[in-house]
């Protein structure tokens, strides 16, 4: 990634810097990754490298390719950023605060999203670009300068992650190198909406990280409507695809399902998410709708949301419920891309 003739720091790993950089002492690769993974931004304050160095990397390369040009902060302490790219585009970041604390970044990996999901913001926008893994990483260097060290990183913000997988595979790479941030890859999630072929492929070639699939629904012909995802990879091949991640990685996959008022919460929906869930390593995540002005669904009623969470339980499903955050900035699941615009900033996706 490159704003004109620069390179962006971010997006490198330390021998790419040496390389790039035409550095004779291969050491100052991991010196100046090291400082870049600590979230520093001026080139004067890498205090272990020679003036001549520091002016040869101000000549050469930026520590950030991207900007910041909104804060939203919700009272509930859900942070979104609306971010800048080098070519007029902007994405989304947010960070949420759970309970006990723990902070976790939720990134976006492309610039708007081509899935079209029926209840999500993002899908309206349609799909710009990938990112690159310095416009990844950058967004959780962002969010540990405004919040301190953050505990977990989530690929749920805009965009599907299955089709940025390199890219995604790159910024996990630098995110968890030894000599830089060294974020732990157990505090890694993806959410895909259910691309078949990812999943296998993430299982195979890695890396080893949590995997979240986006269900909301496992009725095909409701699903084929919710989701056109589905129509290229039915329910029945992406249940195979689940539980060969699981069997492979060890790791226990999260079913997520965004609950829609009297679409999804019957006791039938609730049956046919029982019957997908049974005999494969998963747990389920429901998450009541939040509301999007110009969608045709409205938000399940707390009766309803208990009624379904009860359904499941009963049948031995281990089910979590998603509380509500970051509604007011339009920061929460299914809302990036709502444009906010108090920053005077325009819209948040330029299509080419």
């Not at 610039?111 to 990483?137: D, Y």
């Not at 965004?258 to 929906?269: G, I, R, W």
């Amino acid at each position: 990634m490159s704003e004109g003739q620069l390179v962006a720091l971010t997006g490198l790993l330390p021998e790419e810097i040496s390389l790039q950089l035409n550095l004779s002492q291969s050491f100052r690769g991991k010196q100046i990754f090291k400082w870049v993974g600590s979230g520093i931004k001026d080139f004067d304050k890498m205090t272990n490298l020679s003036l001549d160095l520091r002016n040869q990397l101000k000549e050469k390369s930026v520590l950030r390719s991207t900007t910041v040009s909104n804060i939203l902060k919700d009272p509930d302490g859900t942070i979104k950023l609306q971010i800048s790219t080098f070519d007029g585009n902007a994405v989304e970041t947010v960070l949420l605060t759970d309970k006990e604390g723990r902070k976790t970044a939720c990134v976006s990996c492309q610039v708007g999203c081509a899935m079209k999901c029926a209840f999500c913001q993002t899908g309206t926008l349609g799909l710009a670009r990938n990112l690159e893994a310095s416009e990844i990483v950058e967004q959780f260097l962002y969010l540990e300068e405004i919040a301190g060290k953050l505990d977990n990183i989530v690929f749920m913000g805009m965009g599907e992650p299955m089709q940025n997988l390199e890219g995604i595979r790159k910024a996990i790479k630098i995110l968890t190198h030894k000599d830089g941030r060294a974020l732990s890859g157990r505090r890694i999630t993806l959410s895909t909406c259910g691309v078949i072929k990812g999943i296998y492929d993430l299982a195979d070639n890695g890396p080893l990280i949590r995997l979240a699939v986006s269900l909301t629904t496992a009725n095909e012909e409701l699903r084929n409507q919710l989701m056109p995802i589905n129509k290229g990879n039915p329910l029945s091949e992406l249940r195979k695809a689940i539980d060969y991640y699981a069997k492979k990685t060890g790791k226990r996959v999260t079913l997520e399902a965004a609950l829609l008022h009297q679409v999804n919460t019957s006791s039938e929906s609730a049956k046919e998410l029982i019957d997908f869930a049974k005999n494969i390593d998963v747990n389920v995540n429901l998450i009541p709708w939040n509301p999007i002005e110009t969608l045709p669904f409205t938000e399940p009623s707390n009766n309803e949301v208990r009624n379904f969470v009860k359904l499941l339980e009963n049948e031995g499903i281990n089910v979590t419920l998603r509380t509500k955050r970051g509604r007011s900035i339009g920061g929460a699941c299914g809302q990036l891309g709502k444009n906010v615009n108090t920053s005077g900033q325009g819209t948040l996706c330029s299509r080419p």
